[in-house]
């Protein structure tokens, strides 16, 4: 899923979305894919007629979460999703990163090497 923050007073973006198949490789999807904004107040959405693509409007501060669903011929739906923050004015926002932690020092339990 992707994410992006920007700021009241940006400019159109554009999206796109990428359907993969069970091995992870991409794939044309079997129907025209469909795009919704769950908040319209904060992002509304525009697609492509191929549905491949979408321009999407920044409105008032908030979240919206952007929807692409598309039917498989079997009928099962395949539904992908991006969520936009938009932020009011020039605010800065953060981003928290995580790894592993790094490994215990020794405590003086272990047993030492002597070096020749």
């Given at each position: ?63 919206a979460?952007?929807s ?11 539904t ?25 020092p ?11």
């Amino acid at each position: 899923m992707g994410m992006i923050s920007v700021a009241d007073d940006s400019g159109d973006l554009t999206a796109t979305v990428v359907f993969l198949d069970a091995e992870g490789h991409e794939t044309e999807p079997d129907d025209v894919p469909q795009w919704v904004s769950d908040n319209e107040t904060s992002a509304t959405v525009t697609a492509s007629d191929d549905g491949k693509t979408g321009t999407v409007a920044i409105g008032a501060p908030g979240a919206a979460i952007i929807s692409v669903t598309t039917v498989n011929e079997d009928g099962s739906e395949v539904t992908s999703q991006g969520t936009i923050t938009v932020i009011a004015g020039k605010a800065v926002t953060g981003d928290v990163q995580f790894e592993e932690a790094p490994a215990a020092p020794a405590t003086g339990d272990e047993p030492q090497v002597n070096p020749l």
